[in-house]
């Protein structure tokens, strides 16, 4: 092969340097003899590189301000993007209090009643009524008396009970025996002083004398037969075939 000569050496590399797709190689070696193409040397085009994406600017015209009347241009400012819209988040139902059930209020024990117990005597009641009772000895019996001019069975009882703090209206001897707010004590073994006692004499089918016990099997009332107040036994035969119930207000 044939020495090419430093001309074709310098274009071929210049070629390939400046990026030439194709260079021929041309023998210029004698003047006389006609250009040859030789050959050609193929190189492979540079990529160009690509272009970094610039953003868009806007030329502002502020020659207006400028003493030199040139224009300036300023680069727009780069457009905020628009936020995403996020969703709303979703509202978690609220829940509803639980109702606390309110309590049933206990029914408390209904209380047994205790048995009733025989009530403590009255004994400065008791021994008033009996001392008024003995002041009126041998006052006069008076058929439904009340006063001290004279007494019944019925009257001396209601004269005694209000004069010793017991405020009575006036009543026979049966009604008193039926006022039930007094115990009524049906064997002469209980009697206690105070107590006003009922009997049925004669032939009588109800109460007709009351009489006020004084204690120590005596008693106290305006007889008839002896026509004044009088005091007497009570355990007698009379007296206690006589004898009904009685009522104890002390």
Known sequence: MKRLSAFSLCALLLAALFGCTEAQ???SRAEQDPIRIIGTVQSAAPTAAPAESQP?????DTSGGNADGKKTEEAASTATPAPLHTAAPTEAPTPKPTETPTPKPTEEPTATPAPTATPEPDLE?????????ESLIDIPYLRGGTTTDGFDPGGFVYYCLNKAGVKVSHRSSKGYSETEAWTRIDSMDDLRKGDILFFMTGSNESVNCACIYLGNGRMIYPSSSKGVVITTKLHTDYWESAFVFARRVF
């Open 25 to 27: 190689i041309i023998d």
């Open 125 to 133: 009641g008791a021994d008033r009524f009996v001392a008024i009772a």
């Open 56 to 60: 868009e600017t806007q030329v502002v």
